[in-house]
């Protein structure tokens, strides 16, 4: 009879490529690791693995065995938490990505939030502003923000998000401070490289515009666009919770804006399928707790919103 555990080993052996690594992520040794697969091997009668010069890889019978035994290994925990769900417990491994920035920022509060009110749930948490694959990277959930993609993942949304213009007083004294979009193709701006769509847009009344930013610094990361522009070195484009500390310090200062900014917003994203853990429901109500009502998290998009000054 197959065992479970020999399951769980032979699929964490082909998603890491190799017996050292899947033994080091389900914290046993790599010998148990090779039993386990040697006697499921034996059992069915047919070789699930083969060695390659870039190490382990499955076999055609070994792919088709990995996606049914991820299956079941999918249903025994979902009965299982059923099972054990009692009162307020929750119990199990979360595994969740979020941004870089506004999860640093943001979401390390709510997960140690919730740490302490479920002591028996453990977190596994990547901070990367990629667009992870949710179900091929075996996550539970993901965070994202933006405009999602037409896509299978059921997604929940929690806030919105603005962006806001900003430069540095000194790089305003120094190239002057525009006072139409149009103006932008005369500065240098900072560009942020991990969105499809590269064009700032703009709104005034009905009208609407589109400027293609241009300057030398690019980056992927947030964190880089924000340090550029306290340090001087251009205009740039930004979430609002990203600016908020540096504008209330007058390190940064809001540009253009009597002209309105497209709303995005924050997402919870999450495998298809009708059932939601009970790890995931918690996380879920969380954020929207955390971030759902009036942006007192974020003073910047509160004050975008009328309800206080920028300072």
């Known amino acids: 009879m197959i065992d479970l555990e020999d399951l769980r080993s ?27 697969i040697a006697r ?13 010069t870039r190490g382990i890889s499955p076999t055609e019978a070994g792919i088709e065995f990995k996606q049914r035994s991820e299956r079941i ?18 119990r199990g491994r979360l595994r969740l990505s979020a941004p870089l920035s506004f999860g ?16 028996e749930l453990e977190f596994d948490v990547s901070y990367s ?43 305003l004294a120094r190239h002057g401070r525009p006072s139409d979009p149009q103006d932008l193709s005369a500065h240098e701006c900072l560009i942020y ?5 590269s064009d700032w847009h703009f709104q005034s009344g009905k009208r609407r515009i589109s400027v293609r930013p241009e300057g030398r610094m690019k980056s992927d990361s947030g964190e880089a666009i924000l340090q550029w522009a306290i340090a001087g070195l251009g205009i740039a484009e930004t979430p609002s919770f990203l600016v908020s500390d540096a504008i209330a310090s007058g390190a940064l200062e809001p540009l253009l804006l009597d002209y309105q900014t497209p709303e995005y917003g924050i997402y919870v994203v999450r495998p298809p ?25 974020d003073p910047c998009l509160a004050a975008l919103n009328g309800r206080k000054t920028l300072s």
């Open 193 to 197: 490289t991990g969105r499809l769509d």
């Open 129 to 171: 502003d990629r667009v992870v694959d949710v179900v091929g990277e075996r996550l539970d959930a993901a965070i994202r923000i933006g405009s999602l993609k037409d896509s299978s993942l059921v997604a929940r949304r929690i806030a919105p998000v603005h962006a806001v213009l900003v430069a540095s007083p000194g790089y």
């Open 40 to 52: 499921l091997e034996a059992d069915l009668g047919t070789r699930l693995l083969t060695r390659t």
């Open 10 to 36: 032979f699929v964490e052996v082909v998603e890491n490529g190799g017996f050292n690594r899947a033994a080091a992520r389900l914290g046993i040794s790599k010998s148990i690791i090779s039993r386990r």
């Open 104 to 119: 640093v920022r943001h979401v390390v509060p709510v997960l140690a939030d919730l740490a302490k009110r479920h002591p």
């Open 273 to 297: 399928g009708s059932y939601v853990p009970a790890k995931v429901r918690v996380l879920v109500d969380a954020l929207v707790e955390r971030f759902g009502g009036k942006p007192d998290w």
């Open 73 to 90: 290994l999918a249903e025994l925990e979902e009965a299982r938490e059923i099972a054990v769900q009692q009162g307020d417990s929750v």
